[in-house]
C-alpha cells in the first residue's frame, strides 16, 4: 500500500488549499483512513478521520474550515481547507488502516500506512 499526498503550498490567511491523497496497492476499504499534520517542535495531530462505521470526525480546532471526503472510485482521500490561518502551517500526512478483524473507532496508533507528507505553509 501506498500513501501519496498532494496539494500543499503556500497561502495567505484566509486562503484555501485542497489536499489530496492518493491510494495504490489496495482494492478493498480502508478500516479507517485520516489526515494528520505536525508543525515544528510540535506533536503529531489528527485532524480529520473516515470512521469503519461511516462517521466522520475533527478536532475542534479545523472544525467548520476543514473538509474530509473521498472518492472511492479513484481511491483518493481529500482535505478541503478554508480559511487558512497561519497556526495551520504544517506538514500534512494522510494515513489509513487495513482491516484486521478488530472493532473500535480509528487511533492514531492503529494507521499502519502513512504518506510522505505535503508542506502547508500559511503567511502574508
Known amino acids: 500500500v501506498k500513501l501519496v499526498e498532494s496539494g500543499g503550498g503556500s497561502v495567505q490567511p484566509g486562503g484555501s488549499l485542497r489536499l489530496s491523497c492518493a491510494a495504490s496497492g489496495y482494492t478493498s476499504k480502508f478500516y479507517c483512513m485520516g489526515w494528520f499534520r505536525q508543525a515544528p517542535g510540535k506533536e503529531r495531530e489528527g485532524i480529520a478521520a473516515f470512521h469503519s462505521d461511516g462517521g466522520i470526525s475533527y478536532v475542534d480546532s479545523v472544525k467548520g474550515r476543514f473538509t474530509i471526503s473521498q472518492d472511492n472510485a479513484k481511491n483518493t482521500l481529500y482535505l478541503q481547507m478554508n480559511d487558512l490561518k497561519p497556526e495551520d502551517t504544517a506538514m500534512y500526512y494522510c494515513?489509513?488502516?487495513?482491516?484486521?478483524?478488530?472493532?473500535?473507532?480509528?487511533?492514531?496508533?492503529?494507521?499502519?500506512?502513512w504518506g510522505q507528507g505535503t508542506q502547508v505553509t500559511v503567511s502574508s
Open positions: 494515513a489509513a488502516e487495513t482491516p484486521s478483524g478488530r472493532d473500535g473507532v480509528c487511533h492514531p496508533a492503529k494507521y499502519n500506512y
